[in-house]
C-alpha cells in the first residue's frame, strides 16, 4: 500500500525558506497526482500545492509567488518549496497523494516560523 513520509520540518526564521520532501511508495504507477496541505491550530486544512502527473502544478492563491512544487517520478518524491517565511505559515505540513480514486497521508511535519 502507499506510503508517505514527509521530512523537513521545524524553527524557521521570518523572511527564511522552506523546504519540504515528501518520499513515497507503494503505488502502482507514476500516473498519481501528489501535492502538500497545511494545518494551523483551530483551522481546517488547507490545500497549499498540487501536482498530477505531468504538471501543470496548481498553487494556493494565498502562496502563490512564495511557493513551487517539484516531483521526481524516479525517486518518488515531491518537493514544497516556501520562500520568504512569515509567522502565519506555522501549521502541520502534510504530503498528500491520489491514485486511482483514493487520497493517503503522510503523518505530517511541524513547520514553526519564530514570531
Known amino acids: 500500500q502507499v506510503q508517505l513520509m514527509e521530512s523537513g520540518g521545524g524553527l524557521m526564521w521570518p523572511g527564511g525558506s522552506l523546504r519540504l520532501s515528501c518520499s513515497a511508495s507503494?503505488?502502482?504507477?507514476?500516473?498519481?497526482?501528489s501535492g502538500w496541505y497545511r494545518q494551523a491550530p483551530a483551522k481546517e486544512r488547507e490545500l497549499v500545492a498540487v501536482?498530477?502527473?505531468?504538471?501543470?502544478?496548481t498553487l494556493a492563491d494565498f502562496i502563490q509567488g512564495r511557493t513551487s512544487i517539484s516531483r521526481d517520478d524516479k525517486q518518488n518524491s515531491v518537493l514544497l518549496q516556501i520562500h520568504n517565511l512569515r509567522p502565519d505559515d506555522t501549521a502541520v505540513y502534510f504530503c498528500?497523494?491520489?491514485?486511482?480514486?483514493?487520497?493517503?497521508w503522510g503523518q505530517g511535519t511541524q513547520v514553526t516560523v519564530f514570531s
Open positions: 498528500n497523494l491520489e491514485e486511482n480514486g483514493k487520497s493517503y
Open positions: 507503494g503505488m502502482a504507477t507514476e500516473f498519481y497526482t
Open positions: 501536482m498530477p502527473f505531468g504538471g501543470p502544478a
